[in-house]
């Protein structure tokens, strides 16, 4: 009879845990090190023959290294007969490459879709990718689930007296009125104009946000310039508190030092990136369980499409 199995990257250690606790099961044995030169080298213990594998792996820092990891782990899985492979990425690294901004650049996150289909996958389940279209760079199914299916409740209970909901940037606009039509609030936006890469400015806001408790909402925070400048402008026009839903954590360079120094009040993020070390503002949501719930239907040839009411 098949069975299933979960996998953990070195990149979700801990989040692969968590989801096979979830569905009663334990991670399978896989051996993963590296060979003096810096190679990676796999190693599954048991056999897995005509077994169904989930294999969980953020493409997060070191993205390199992350997704090399995640290649040779699906090509050691083909190898060794394994049923369907499923790779589940909570973050897809290079997400932001997905179109050519500019003359004679590449479109990364396409290149990686690539490469991840040409090691052997037969499907991909990811979550809040940065732009949907990006599911068409894999020529295999995509489970996209998105980040509002955890953060949504959350911000039902903090129960905000004056809530609106913000899209820091104007291409963050059809996911903030995701958020926006779920909770039944209206929706505001911080224009932007970002000149140089990984520096943001505030531009102006479109709607009325006097008094109000902003709930700004984006796929990632990475350096925190877009959140930490557009909160600046959102408290300077008048809101009365900014709190910011942001499903991936990449928080690179300046962005834990920006965070402390900024206008914003928190940061809900999830952890589809772990979170290197705790800060005051930073609220931590787990993805674990929608992402259980989807291996589980996968596994069972269920519809997910329940899973997207009420989102
Ligand atoms: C941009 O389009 C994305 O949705 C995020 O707003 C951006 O990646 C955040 O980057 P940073 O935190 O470095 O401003």
């Known amino acids: 009879m098949a069975r299933y199995k979960i996998v953990a990257g070195t990149a979700s250690l801990k989040f692969a845990n968590d989801v096979a606790t979830i569905l009663n099961k334990k991670v399978e044995d896989v051996k993963i090190g590296t060979f003096s030169d810096g190679e990676i080298d796999v ?8 077994d169904d594998i989930f294999i969980i792996q953020s493409t997060c ?15 050691a899985f083909k190898r060794s007969s394994a049923g369907e492979i499923t790779v589940v990425l909570p973050y897809f690294g290079y997400a932001r490459q997905d179109r050519k901004a500019a003359p004679r650049v590449p479109i990364t996150a396409k290149l990686v879709a690539d490469m991840i289909e040409k090691s052997g996958v037969d499907r991909v389940v990811t979550i809040d990718l940065h732009a949907a279209q990006i599911q068409g760079f894999f020529n295999i199914p995509v489970d996209h689930l998105l980040g509002s299916m955890v953060f949504v409740n959350y911000i039902k209970n903090l129960n905000l007296k ?16 995701t958020y926006a039509k779920a909770l039944n609030y209206d929706l505001v936006i911080v224009d932007k104009n970002r000149d140089k890469k990984n520096k943001s400015e505030v531009m102006n806001i479109i709607g009325d946000i006097k008094n109000k408790d902003i709930i700004m ?39 834990l030092d920006r965070l402390e120094n900024s206008s ?31 291996i589980d239907k996968i596994y069972n040839k269920e519809s997910i499409n329940t899973m997207f009411d009420n989102i």
């Open 43 to 50: 190693n599954i213990i048991n056999s897995v023959r005509g």
């Open 61 to 75: 820092s070191p993205t390199n290294d992350n997704l090399m990891e995640l290649l040779i782990l699906v090509d």
């Open 162 to 177: 004056n809530p609106i909901i913000a899209s820091p940037d104007v291409g963050g606009v059809a996911r903030a009125r």
């Open 217 to 255: 909402v984006d796929d990632i925070v990475d350096t925190a310039g877009t959140l930490t400048n557009a909160a600046l402008a959102l408290k300077k026009d008048g809101a009365n508190s900014v709190l910011a839903c942001c499903t991936h954590g990449v928080l690179s360079g300046p962005a």
């Open 264 to 294: 914003l009040d928190r940061l809900a993020i999830t952890d589809t990136i772990p979170l290197s070390k705790p800060h005051d503002k930073i609220v931590v949501l787990s993805a674990t369980n929608i992402i259980a719930q989807t």
